[in-house]
């Protein structure tokens, strides 16, 4: 059964570094998007890609965060200056969705982020 | 205003016993609401999605939306220790691709 694949399933990091999280999505699908998890709350949305472009973002989503699809099977989230309180587990996902349905979401396993 | 409030549980049940899961909402511009199940450390998993008010059944599962009231359930029948786990809704607007979860109510079903 096709999956959603992450990597890596948990990084450690200092504050202030640079940390890319890598996605590979399910190979026909349209839409990727990136979740976060903080630790004991809600998953939260951050962004939707589709076309090579960012579709939809949150407030969280703001200039220290950038997505990639650096080639045709990966999707990339990077944290430019990490700061304690990106400490989460992140959540990529695809889906197949065509305009005007609903595209079930697929989720990976998650990449947990620990910022020190 | 929170979009989605859900009760955090712990929901604990015997085997065999009917569950009920339940939200509300927030945001009159829902058309979509869907019930993701995640395990410990591991990622939603979509069990159901429901089209605007009405109800929608799938093996021992059933969705029931309640549009007039913004009101989201979720019933187990026959509920096992496997369905042990967190429960999450979710509800989504026509016209954005962002799902809006609930905190999840974490279910205990005891053999």
């Known amino acids: 059964e096709p999956e959603v694949t992450q990597t890596p399933s948990h990084q450690v990091t200092q504050m202030g570094q640079e940390v890319i999280l890598r996605c590979v999505p399910i190979s026909n699908h349209l839409y990727f998007y990136w979740y976060r998890q903080i630790l004991g709350q809600k998953v939260e949305f951050l962004v939707s890609?589709?076309?090579?472009?960012?579709?939809?973002k949150s407030e969280i989503f703001d200039d220290q965060f950038s997505v990639e699809r650096p080639d045709g099977s990966n999707f990339t989230l990077k944290i430019r200056s990490t700061k304690l309180e990106d400490s989460a587990m992140y959540f990529c996902a695809s889906s197949d969705e065509n305009s005007g349905g609903f595209g079930e979401l697929f989720f990976g396993e998650g990449s947990r982020l620990t910022v020190l | 205003q929170k979009e989605v409030e859900q009760d955090p549980g712990p929901l604990s049940v015997p085997e065999g016993a009917i569950v009920s899961l339940n939200c509300t909402y927030s945001?009159?511009?829902?058309?979509?609401f869907m019930w993701y199940r995640q395990y410990s450390r591991k990622g939603p998993e979509l069990l159901m999605y429901?089209?605007?008010?009405g109800n929608k059944e799938d093996g021992r599962f059933t969705a029931q939306v309640d549009k007039s009231s913004k009101y989201i359930s979720l019933f187990i029948r026959d509920s096992q220790p496997s369905d042990s786990a967190t429960y999450l809704c979710?509800?989504?607007?026509?016209?954005?691709?962002?799902?809006?979860f609930g905190s999840g109510t974490r279910l205990q079903v005891q053999p």
């Open positions: 890609f589709y076309n090579n472009e960012i579709s939809e």
């Open positions: 979710a509800g989504r607007d026509t016209g954005r691709r962002a799902l809006t």
């Open positions: 945001n009159s511009a829902f058309q979509y």
């Open positions: 429901t089209y605007s008010s």
